[in-house]
């Protein structure tokens, strides 16, 4: 099933619960229609954020001749600029081997326009199977999740400091 026919399917599915629930008197206690809008609002990011990864990727195998195949989107932000600015950290696999990227991913869906405004390696996915065990008995899918969330943090807090950088720069200067 398509990313999109997920989202469409997940909505109508939550559409006829509520529907479901209304004609039988049931209801939460406030405003379902705000829940339900909430949730197509989320699932409609998400695919949102799904479509930009995979554009992203797309974009990169284009013009680096390379077979980058799309996995998941681990995390995402939006910014509403002109159109919307998606901030990802995908993985992505490359003959089996899964990395993790970064990729900044401009839309304007008006337009029909989207860029990669950025696109680069973070690192390699620590992802283990499901099965593995550490020597202390710990699931080593537990361990790579903590160290993949590390490496988020890490990264972040770095691109935190060069934005404050250049943005304390710019009011030094302007001064």
Request: hydrophobic share 45%; no cysteine.
């Amino acid at each position: 099933m398509t990313p999109r026919r997920g989202v469409l399917f997940a909505a109508a599915l939550l559409l006829g619960l509520a529907s479901a629930a209304a004609v039988s008197g049931f209801h939460l206690g406030g405003d379902e229609s705000g829940l339900v809008r909430g949730v197509l609002a989320a699932l409609r990011e998400r695919a949102e954020a799904d479509d930009a990864a995979r554009f992203a990727v797309a974009h990169h195998n284009k013009n680096q001749g390379a077979t980058l195949e799309f996995t998941r989107v681990l995390k995402s932000k939006r910014q509403v600029v002109t159109g919307t600015l998606h901030d990802l950290i995908l993985e992505a696999a490359d003959a089996g081997k899964k990395s993790l990227y970064r990729a900044k991913v401009w839309v304007k869906p008006w337009e029909d326009f989207k860029s990669v405004v950025e696109f680069r390696l973070v690192g390699d996915s620590k992802a283990e199977p499901e099965s593995s065990v550490a020597s202390d008995g710990s699931s080593g899918q537990a361990i790579a999740k903590l160290s993949l969330e590390a490496d988020i943090v890490q990264e972040e807090a770095r691109l935190h400091t060069i934005e404050n950088d250049v943005l304390s720069s710019g009011f030094a200067s302007s001064s």
